[in-house]
T-cell receptor, first 106, second 114 residues
Framework: DAKTTQPPSMDCAEGRAANLPCNHS???????VYWYRQIHSQGPQYIIH???NNETNEMASLIITEDRKSSTLILPHATLRDTAVYYC???????FGAGTRLTVKP | EAEVAQSPRYKITEKSQAVAFWCDPI?????LYWYRQILGQGPELLVQ????????DSQLPKDRFSAERLKGVDSTLKIQPAELGDSAMYLC????????????FGPGTRLTVT
């Protein structure tokens, strides 16, 4: 089961790309990485997940390093509504840490 | 779009009283999760069901907490007796089957124990 490490907070200017890093050096070879976000006072929301290849959907892109020890969630054009806590989780135990609090500023 | 339903949204109770939360997952989702989230922290898994069976309750304080999913659909989480430290958000989530699928979360129940 993977333990993940994320910076506690980040700022991003509105309209710019937000790049949120996650370290998961203990992830096993067949364990997916999941990303969720939680807007204040709401339940977490699924964003994206991946195994080895980079992934993209309508919400974000996920870049996973070749050694799978880290990944980066990319919000290409951050808006004020993207202000939230972002969680990176290993599939094996789905245990949430404290996440990264992203603040998008005008 | 289908959603996970939870009730009540807010609950205030006195310590030593019993309290219960209800969750109705998305139709067809075999896996149901209960999480507890203390302010400023990430959600902590309390119990995971696969259909009506408990898969993981290793973090559930079994002396006071209980959970059931009798027909493999909706679920109830109970605390008896409630303690001041139980004040938190209780989140329910569901997924198609196990960890291979993304979880969909409900709005949560905010519990305040006085």
């Amino acid at each position: 089961d993977a333990k993940t490490t994320q910076p506690p907070s980040m700022d991003c200017a509105e309209g710019r790309a937000a790049n949120l890093p996650c370290n998961h050096s203990t992830i096993s070879g067949n364990e997916y990485v999941y990303w969720y976000r939680q807007i204040h006072s709401q339940g977490p929301q699924y964003i994206i997940h991946g195994l080895k290849n980079n992934e993209t959907n309508e919400m974000a892109s996920l870049i996973i390093t070749e050694d799978r020890k880290s990944s980066t969630l990319i919000l290409p054009h951050a808006t004020l509504r993207d202000t939230a806590v972002y969680y990176c989780i290993g599939q094996g135990d789905m245990r949430f840490g404290a996440g990264t609090r992203l603040t998008v500023k005008p | 779009e289908a959603e996970v339903a939870q009730s009540p949204r807010y609950k205030i109770t006195e310590k030593s009283q019993a309290v219960a939360f209800w969750c109705d997952p998305i139709s067809g989702h075999a896996t149901l999760y209960w999480y507890r989230q203390i302010l400023g922290q990430g959600p902590e898994l309390l119990v995971q069901f696969q259909d009506e069976s408990v898969v993981d309750d290793s973090q559930l304080p079994k002396d006071r907490f209980s959970a059931e999913r009798l027909k493999g659909v909706d679920s109830t989480l109970k605390i008896q007796p409630a303690e001041l430290g139980d004040s938190a958000m209780y989140l329910c989530a569901s997924s198609l089957e196990g960890h291979n699928y993304e979880q969909y979360f409900g709005p949560g129940t905010r519990l305040t124990v006085t």
